[in-house]
């Protein structure tokens, strides 16, 4: 499986982004997705994740209500909707996949800048 993220960039606190994985490869072992971040001296932290068999979601706190995690499966692709940005929101964030058996998988990560 191949993750390819999209959609990184900066904008200005309050400002809105959305990212885009898109997975290739066998991509029917997929059965959960997640977007990880990771800030410059901090530990990778899980942002939020959805199952692919069905709409179950979670979040972490510092982004419920403000970000909204979803996928296209006829597109084999998922998506992060940021809004209301915050410069603690500045991080790397990567896609990630868990196929059935466990394995992981992890794309590249696209840098998202807030300004203050």
């Known amino acids: 499986v191949q993750l390819v993220e999209s959609g990184g960039g900066l904008v200005q606190a309050g400002g809105s982004l959305r990212l885009s994985c898109a997975a290739s490869g066998s991509t029917f072992s997929i059965n959960a997705m997640a977007w990880y971040r990771q800030a410059p001296g901090k530990q990778r932290e899980l942002v939020a994740a959805?199952?692919?068999?069905?709409?179950?979601?979670n979040y972490v706190d510092s982004v419920k209500g403000r970000f909204t995690i979803s996928r296209d499966n006829a597109k084999n692709t998922m998506y992060l909707q940021m809004n209301s940005l915050k410069p603690e929101d500045t991080a790397v964030y990567v896609c990630?996949?868990?196929?059935?058996?466990?394995?992981?998988?992890w794309g590249q990560g696209t840098q998202v800048t807030v300004s203050s």
């Open positions: 959805i199952a692919i068999g069905g709409n179950s979601t």
């Open positions: 990630n996949a868990r196929g059935v058996l466990g394995t992981r998988y």
